[in-house]
């Protein structure tokens, strides 16, 4: 099999490598964090002028036709800047709802405005009680003449605070787990009774809580079948499960990256602490796991848009795991190679490894996933 990127998709990456080492080096990233929306709208706009938003879409909506190799590429060069704008909750997960479920309304009114990146969404899931299980919603969603009313609270919204459109998921019929039932809404965040709480998270991105008051959503506004979005919302989730593969291997890149450096310069006792061969092993090991970890993002990667969605869950919680326990171990040994100064807001390391740290939390963690992917069989069923 050819792994070799074509030659618009090894320019996708040049022009996307040198353009987040020109606009997002440590210092601007810290300004762009303490900026209204805790990301740069000015950076969004040139992402917009570059396509990088229309990446997924197809041309008759107004995209540029790309796949999930594409993606991969743009996450994880935003993962080596840890970039704080809202791709993945915008692009990869609301735009993801709408290519696979949208109809050709909701695709007209809202791709455009995606593309141009004048519009933002984000993916309200996760409930207090719900951790990982997709299936398990609380919030509801009963008829109201043609429409429908939403109640509830959904929390962790990531890109919430800022996005003009939520997509919600929310019980229309059966018990709380059952995994039948369940639709998703298109919700414009404007909305009366809609509530929203932003905060920052621990890595320095954004998230909201969402509170559902009597929410009026019209009929116009569900994405696919009200009671059966469960398959839909599944192959979303694991396609934002491959993006944040590439962009963990991104964060992976710069800490190793990094960590060499400061092994070439850090000296003790009169030489860099990099000749030593004790250190020198721990960065090979470091090296062996970020590998570990591509191989198995490039797998998820191919499989992200498979139509077999037990085979694709196979491969999406394989790679979830490898990611994971890659991530725990690199982050690890870049804190305790740079020592003191790893432990310090001022230095990248640092933030980096509690960016990981979120990836492996976010959409299961690799306790869940190696529990799934045991339940499906492993790898090869």
């Not at 210092?27 to 900026?35: E, G, I, L, P, V």
């Not at 939403?150 to 962790?156: A, F, L, Q």
């Not at 932003?198 to 909201?208: E, N, S």
Request: glycine share 12%; aromatic share 6%; with cysteine.
């Amino acid at each position: 099999m050819d792994f070799d990127l074509s030659d618009e998709q090894r320019q996708l990456k040049d022009n996307l490598e040198r353009l987040m080492a020109a606009e997002y080096g440590f210092d601007k990233r810290t300004a762009y964090a303490a900026s209204p929306h805790g990301w740069s709208r000015e950076l969004w706009a040139t992402y917009a002028e570059l396509g990088l938003l229309a990446v997924p879409f197809a041309e008759a909506d107004g995209g540029i036709g790309g796949g999930p190799t594409e993606t991969m590429i743009i996450m994880e060069q935003l993962g080596h800047a840890m970039a704080l704008e809202p791709y993945l909750a915008t692009v990869v997960l609301g735009g993801g709802f709408l290519r696979h479920g949208g109809s050709v309304e909701q695709k007209a009114r809202l791709i455009p405005g995606i593309v141009s990146g004048e519009t933002t969404l984000a993916f309200a899931q996760q409930e207090k009680q719900s951790r990982y299980d997709l299936a398990d919603v609380a919030t509801t969603a009963r008829r109201d003449g043609n429409g429908w009313v939403i109640d509830g609270e959904k929390g962790v919204v990531i890109g919430g605070d800022a996005a003009d459109h939520f997509i919600v998921t929310a019980r229309t019929a059966g018990a709380r787990r059952d995994h039948t039932g369940i639709g998703a809404f298109i919700v414009d965040a404007k909305s009366t009774g809609l509530s929203r709480r932003g905060y920052v998270t621990q890595d320095g991105q954004r998230a909201a809580q969402l509170t559902f008051a009597g929410v009026k959503v019209p009929a116009s506004d569900v994405i696919g079948d009200s009671a059966g979005a469960l398959p839909l919302i599944e192959r979303v989730v694991d396609e934002g499960i491959a993006a944040l593969c590439a962009e963990a291997i991104g964060v992976m890149t710069m800490m190793h990256a990094t960590t060499l450096d400061y092994l070439k310069t850090r000296k003790q006792f009169g030489l860099t602490i990099g000749s030593f061969q004790a250190v020198q092993h721990r960065a090979a090991d470091m090296f062996v796991a970020l590998e570990q970890a591509r191989s198995m993002a490039m797998f998820a990667t191919m499989m992200a848009d498979d139509s077999d969605a037990r085979e694709r869950a196979r491969a999406i919680s394989a790679a979830k795991v490898q990611i994971g326990r890659s991530g725990r171990q690199i982050g690890q040994e870049a804190v305790q190679l740079h020592g003191g100064i790893a432990m310090t807001m001022e230095y990248n390391v640092g933030h980096a490894f509690k960016r990981m740290t979120m990836i492996d939390r976010m959409f299961g963690d690799t306790d869940h996933h190696l529990a799934r992917l045991a339940g499906l069989g492993g790898v090869i069923g």
